[in-house]
Structures are given as structure tokens and as C-alpha cells.
């Protein structure tokens, strides 16, 4: 068939392998100093790694392949050591990480539990996150702590001017974190809506900046919804530059224009 999937500039390419973390499907390896597609099956042509490439030499095309295959992708990940578990807590966080890579965190999904947060020093504030990776390109929409999630769409920008967005926003939620003046707002619709599609989400919020252009998130949003065919409830917040955030009505079915492919 013929699909969008990741091609390899091996001109460019240092075989640096920040693609190979950026992942999660296990696609990309370093063969003889270059990053190579392992098999066409393994990519999902989302394109998550391109952002990890210090020498654009990654972009997605069009062209004969394999269809993707998920669960093929998760096993290769499973039998190539990808997946594990961390002592040191009852509940232990659930790490799949991209062969080869170790302990880099950005090489996989984490799910971290709320006693690894217990030990915090005097006069600081608990993080309430718990799942990595927090951007929308590197979320697959397989991770396991999508399921049965109450969901924070946010802008990149949110976490800086909200003081209280750990305690009021992040606590109890998966987070997807985006930016929609600078990221690919088709690559974002297309994603989200495998989230919606593949996982029970109880509920959506979308925080996003005062600024205009932070506002395409909810129509991101909106779209998404409406592509997968799912009735979720959303709640949408404006952070202001000044730190106060107010929250507004939100019906995806109106927020969604037709045709929305770059923000």
C-alpha cells in the first residue's frame, strides 16, 4: 500500500541516534554509523522522530509499503528489551523504551506513581506528573496511561504563566502538551484522534495561553473528536499572561471547521 512513512537523508544523517529515542515503535536503529528503518511495518509515519534530528535529515513521504502494524511494533519493541520494571516502589512505574538506548528518558513510555513524589524536600512543591513523554508527537496513542484517562490538552506555554498548574490542572490528569503556532496542526488532529479512537477517555480539558494563536488547540481538539467518533466531555481554560485563568463553554461540534490542516 501506499502511505506516509519516514525517509532517511543518509547525506545528512551523523547517526548522532536522537531518532532512535524519539521512537517509541521501535522503527529507527543505528546500522553501520546511520539510522535506518528497521521495517516499514514498525513506523507509523507520524513522524515523532523528525523533531529529534539535529541535521534534518528525517521527512515523510509518500511511497509503497508495509501497512503499520502496532502490535508488531510493540513486540519488537517488548523482544528487543524495551520494556521493564523500576524497584524501589509498591506500584512501579512501567517503562518501554526504543532498543538499544538504556536509561534515557526520552526513549520511551513512563508511568511513575504517586510514592515516588512522597520524598519531597522542605519548602519545595511535589510534581503531580505522572506518565512520560508529555508532548503530543511523542505520545503514541497505545501508551497505556491513555486508558480510562481524564486528559489535559495544554499549550506548551500554559505550565509557565499558570503558578498553580500542578495543583489545579496536572493532578489526576495524562497530559498531551503541544504547540499549534508551530507544530504541524494536521500531524496533531491525526494523532489525537487514534487517541480518542483507541482509548476510553473520561474527559477532556484544553488549557491554552490568552495569545490568539494558542486558541487552534480546541479546533485541533474539535476535529479530532468529531474524526473519531467519540462524545467526550471537554472543559476549555484560558490561561492569561498574568496568571489568571478563566474557563468557558466548549462544544467541539462548533469549534471545528472543515479542511484544517496548518494553524
Not at 543518509?10 to 554509523?33: F, H, P, R, S
Not at 513522524?47 to 508488531?72: K, N, Q, V, W, Y
Not at 513524589?117 to 505522572?130: E, F, K, W
Not at 503558578?163 to 507544530?183: E, N, S, V, Y
Amino acid at each position: 500500500m501506499k502511505r506516509k512513512i519516514i525517509e532517511i537523508d543518509e547525506e545528512k544523517c551523523t547517526g548522532c541516534g536522537q531518532c532512535v529515542t524519539g521512537c517509541a515503535e521501535g522503527a529507527l536503529a543505528i546500522i553501520d554509523g546511520k539510522a535506518k528503518i528497521v521495517r516499514d511495518m514498525f513506523c507509523d509515519g507520524l513522524g515523532a522522530c523528525i523533531g529529534h534530528c539535529p541535521e534534518d535529515a528525517l521527512h515523510i513521504i509518500e511511497r509503497e509499503a508495509e501497512e503499520f502494524d502496532e502490535d508488531a511494533a510493540m513486540e519488537h519493541v517488548r523482544k528487543m528489551g524495551g520494556s521493564g520494571h523500576h524497584s524501589g516502589c509498591p506500584s512501579a512505574q512501567v517503562s518501554t523504551r526504543a532498543p538499544g538506548h538504556g536509561g534515557c528518558p526520552s526513549a520511551g513510555m513512563m508511568q511513575m506513581s504517586p510514592c515516588e513524589q512522597a520524598n519531597v524536600p522542605a519548602g519545595q512543591v511535589g510534581s503531580a506528573l505522572a506518565h512520560w513523554p508529555v508532548q503530543i508527537r511523542l505520545i503514541p496513542p497505545h501508551a497505556p496511561f491513555l486508558q480510562d484517562a481524564d486528559l489535559l490538552i495544554a499549550g506548551d506555554c500554559c505550565p509557565v504563566a499558570a503558578p498553580d498548574f500542578h495543583a489545579r490542572f496536572l493532578a489526576g490528569r495524562t497530559i498531551m502538551l503541544g504547540c499549534p503556532k508551530f507544530d504541524n496542526a494536521g500531524e496533531y488532529v491525526e494523532r489525537l484522534t487514534q487517541v480518542f479512537a483507541q482509548n476510553r477517555i473520561k474527559s477532556v480539558t484544553i488549557l491554552e495561553m490568552e495569545v490568539p494563536c494558542c486558541s487552534g488547540l480546541s479546533r485541533i481538539v474539535a476535529q479530532a473528536l468529531a474524526g473519531s467518533g467519540k462524545n467526550i466531555p471537554c472543559v476549555r481554560a484560558i490561561v492569561g499572561r498574568d496568571g489568571k485563568t478563566t474557563e468557558e463553554a466548549f462544544t467541539p461540534a462548533v469549534a471545528a471547521p472543515a479542511g484544517l490542516t496548518r494553524l
